[in-house]
């Protein structure tokens, strides 16, 4: 049987010579040598970065637009009659925007590591686009006539107005 010995590679010989190779222009051996330590240097930030990012958050504040536009168009279809579809996307309609305007907060946070950041303009923009559909959805209620809009809705004392309109059927 033959010595396993003999089978043994020795790795430090492949360590190649740096005295005859030459580097490739940008490289640094200190940042290939320590790249954590070069990242935690505090650097100016870049302001691309920063033009970047703001507009991320700015898309971000905009693109619930689509999906507003697309449920108020849904509820504009479903007409003003009192059924159960129309009340379903009545409550989602006034719902979801509340609870998207509450949560703002969590949908732009304060970063820490960029306080140059607004976030405030956005996270307006934000809530201006639910407040959108939120003002579509009380005059969707209105519409139906399920708001109070007299004050004989209020006092049972008061007598109820005359009806504007009357519907006759087809003779």
Same mark, same amino acid.
């Given at each position: 049987m033959a010595d396993l010995k003999s089978w043994r590679l020795e790795l430090e010989s492949l360590i190649p010579d740096r005295k005859n190779q030459i580097d490739p222009p940008g490289y640094d051996f200190a940042i290939a *040598?320590?790249?954590? !330590?070069? $990242? #935690?240097? &505090?650097?100016p930030r870049d302001r691309n970065t920063l033009a970047r990012k703001q507009q991320a958050l700015y898309a971000k504040a905009t693109a619930p637009l689509k999906q507003v536009g697309m449920m108020? /168009?849904?509820a504009w279809m479903m007409g003003n009659g009192i059924q159960i579809f129309s $009340? /379903?996307?009545? %409550? &989602?309609l006034l719902s979801s925007p509340l609870?998207? $305007?509450? #949560? #703002? !907060?969590?949908? %732009?946070? *304060?970063?820490e590591e960029?306080?140059?950041l607004d976030t405030l303009t956005p996270r307006a923009l934000y809530c201006l686009v639910h407040a959108g559909q939120l $003002? /579509?959805?009380?005059?969707?209620l209105s519409s139906m006539r399920l708001l109070p809009s007299t004050s004989s809705d209020f006092i049972s004392t008061m007598p109820v107005p005359a009806a504007l309109e009357a519907a006759y059927t087809a003779l």
């Open positions: *040598r320590d790249p954590i !330590g070069m $990242i #935690s240097t &505090n650097k108020c /168009f849904m $009340i /379903f996307m009545t %409550f &989602n609870s998207a $305007i509450m #949560s #703002s !907060g969590e949908v %732009f946070p *304060r970063d960029w306080k140059q $003002i /579509f959805g009380l005059y969707k």
